[in-house]
């Protein structure tokens, strides 16, 4: 496996991050990673996430969204339109490098609801979702959640969460899963 520096500005927003290789060079599916609210692409899940994928054959980006590249840290402030025209930077630069490359989209916590967002507005602009630590709402604050979009999302997602995630338990998951319209599965 090899890792390169990755900048694409060609797109609505540049996209900016590290490209794993699996050996033998770009396989035929291609996964976008992208981090929390909180981190940056650097952050240590996604970075072995990237080299198990990578090691089994993927190629991955691991990038940091618009928020991130405008200030070092701090949490998204009104940046959703912005982090998700990243997004899709992301996806066209990927689909320009692998043109023969199925392009799947995946992301921690703030990066996997904007990946989610995303899919509900544009079907079909990656083949599936793989979303991490999904934030069905604020820590403390159930009432505030954040599934509206769900009801459209006809994009194929693997969500993965843990038993004790403070922004939403298994049971919450499992009743949001039920407002997606496309086949979602669950693994805690």
């Not at 981090?35 to 990237?50: E, I, R, S, T, Y």
Request: with cysteine.
């Amino acid at each position: 496996m090899t890792t390169e520096a990755f900048i694409d500005a060609t797109g609505e927003e540049a996209v900016r991050g590290h490209l794993h290789l699996p050996e033998g060079g770009p396989a035929g599916a291609a996964l976008i990673l992208t981090h929390g609210a909180g981190a940056n692409c650097q952050a240590p899940l996604l970075v072995a996430l990237a080299e198990a994928f990578a090691g089994a054959g993927w190629t991955v980006l691991r990038c940091d969204l618009p928020f991130r590249q405008a200030r070092p840290h701090g949490p998204p402030i009104r940046t959703a339109e912005r982090d998700q025209a990243g997004l899709r930077a992301a996806v066209e630069a990927m689909r320009r490098r692998f043109a023969d490359a199925r392009v799947f989209l995946g992301g921690h916590s703030y990066g996997g609801r904007m990946a989610s967002v995303l899919a509900s507005r544009e079907p079909g602009v990656v083949e599936a979702l793989l979303l991490l630590s999904y934030p069905l709402h604020p820590p403390r604050k159930p009432e505030q959640m954040r599934t509206q979009h769900f009801a459209t999302l006809e994009t194929p997602a693997l969500f993965v969460s843990g038993v004790r995630d403070g922004f939403g338990s298994i049971e919450e998951m499992e009743a949001a899963l039920r407002l997606i319209p496309a086949r979602p599965d669950m693994n805690c």
